[in-house]
């Protein structure tokens, strides 16, 4: 999903105006999606609280109260400007609610949510009271009792435009950006205010997008960005993809079955774990039963076993110098696309491989392996801008915003995750749904793009149902509800198999 200017956004609202949409129309359809947003990721909580400014962002938040309190939820509202000021449309909003405002901080607890609509997209320049002293109280309430804060298109006090976090912004958690992402949020200067990104799409602007974006434009993924190969009826195993991983070893082989068992559950048909024998008695307990083990001293047999997408890296440490030979050999000769992890990637950077790799690779570093294979000063997305313009492959580069790009596209910033996945073994899982994606053929770059959102959104599920909390979420955790992730990503017919998959 492209990410728009503030003047872009304007224009783009004044033509869906111009076709006869009513504000109150946009209004009604935003604040409504809003609430269903809510209600998937914190269905738990039952008690939100909106801090409204005048403007139509306090319009929207008032509209999201009227659906949650339809639901079931206690709403409440703080006003930060007499009545008499709020912009027309936002009083009707007000009126039809009928909830008066509270005149004192309010008692909240962990599970309450906090609805930033102080300020819309075109507010430049540090808060100012009596808005400051409304953001200070929501980033109190949020630091002392562990609230939520949910953003309304953009958190306020920062620069929609550049992403600048002006003094005494809000600090959100979770943003619900309308129509477009608008082009400061997705910034990794402001990634700590705006934290995880729903867009909200509504209808009237969506044939209003942008043909051209800027070259240094972010894009977001989305789950209506993506796409989800529907499966014929007459598919068996073999046509959902083989995939063969060289993962593990001595002390890490839950690196190993955790990158196996994602494979298996994002769809892969066949998935094979090679690794020493030595090992084999150790890593079966860890493993589901429908991975198969593949006892191997050389990750040369992986050449020879007809595998739609290859995983190398997970786990396996520092290889000794004929094991890391041949590996840098099985790159070089692979043409199928190729998942590189880990501590695969630090041989990369010892080598000069990075150069001749292919384009059907798909590079996983975090920063410190970015910083070893490509040492920079600069920003996460001018490196990701960079090392894909100058390499060939795949890269997502992990972090809180997940970068993917490659020489061919725009760089796309991930929307989904957590704090909470701060834990080892997150990589793996990755790793492994982006090879099952491949042998399913997505491209590498969708794949790539599609194995970051349902990560970051199964987690973000795990949280929601109270089935985990943010210190108790595990990389095993995501897995088990990678199912409801990808039920959110709309189907597409079909492709035809390549022909390794006949």
């Not at 992890?341 to 059907?360: F, G, P």
Request: charge should be negative.
């Amino acid at each position: 999903m492209q990410s728009v200017s503030c003047q872009i956004m304007r224009e783009i609202e004044n033509s869906a105006f111009a076709l006869g949409h009513s504000p109150e129309s946009l209004m009604r359809q935003a604040g409504k999606r809003m609430a269903e947003t809510l209600l998937r990721y914190y269905p738990c909580s039952r008690h939100a609280i909106a801090y409204l400014g005048k403007g139509h962002n306090a319009g929207d938040a008032l509209v999201i109260l009227m659906h949650l309190a339809q639901a079931g939820w206690r709403v409440e509202l703080r006003l930060s400007t007499p009545l008499d000021q709020l912009a027309p449309l936002t009083g009707k909003m007000y009126d039809e609610l009928r909830v008066s405002p509270l005149d004192a901080p309010p008692a909240v607890t962990n599970s309450t949510l906090l609805l930033d609509a102080l300020l819309g997209i075109g507010a430049e320049g540090p808060l100012r009271p009596p808005l400051s002293d409304a953001a200070a109280e929501m980033n109190t309430l949020r630091q002392s009792f562990g609230c939520s804060t949910i953003a309304i298109d953009t958190p306020s006090g920062i620069n929609a435009d550049t992403g600048e976090c002006y003094a005494n912004s809000v600090l959100a958690d979770h943003t619900l950006s309308i129509g477009f992402p608008k082009s400061g949020i997705l910034t990794e200067n402001a990634l700590p205010q705006v934290g995880a990104i729903s867009h909200i799409t509504l209808d009237a602007l969506t044939d209003q997008a942008p043909t051209t974006s800027p070259d240094n434009a972010l894009s977001l993924i989305t789950h209506q960005s993506l796409t989800r190969i529907k499966r014929p009826f007459d598919t068996h195993k073999g046509q959902a993809g083989r995939v063969g991983i060289w993962a593990g070893s001595a002390g890490m082989l839950g690196a190993a079955a955790l990158c196996a068992s994602a494979a298996l559950k994002a769809g892969a048909g066949l998935v094979t774990l090679h690794l020493p024998s030595s090992l084999y008695p150790s890593i079966t307990p860890l493993l589901p039963p429908e991975i198969m083990v593949a006892l191997d001293t050389s990750p040369d047999s992986l050449l020879n076993k007809n595998y739609d997408a290859i995983v190398i890296g997970p786990g396996i440490g520092k290889p000794e110098p004929e094991l890391e030979d041949a590996l840098m050999d099985l790159i070089s000769q692979t043409q199928i696309p190729m998942v590189i992890d880990a501590d695969m990637l630090n041989v990369i950077a010892r080598s000069q491989l990075l150069y001749n790799i292919s384009k059907t690779a798909i590079l996983t570093p975090h920063p410190g392996e970015m910083q070893r294979l490509m040492p920079t000063t600069t920003s996460r997305e001018a490196t990701a801008k960079l090392f894909s313009e100058r390499y060939p492959c795949t890269l997502l580069y992990k972090g809180a915003r997940t970068l993917v790009a490659n020489a061919d596209s725009p760089i796309f910033a991930n929307s989904t995750g957590s704090p909470a996945m701060a834990t080892a073994g997150q990589g793996d899982v990755l790793a492994g749904l982006i090879s099952a994606l491949c042998a399913q053929n997505y491209p590498p770059l969708e794949a790539a793009k599609t194995a970051a959102w349902l990560a970051g959104e199964a987690a973000m599920l795990a949280l929601a149902d109270g089935s985990e909390s943010t210190e108790t979420l595990t990389a095993s955790s995501v897995i088990s509800y990678l199912h409801h992730a990808f039920e959110a990503i709309p189907a597409k017919p079909p492709q035809p198999q390549s022909s390794a998959n006949q």
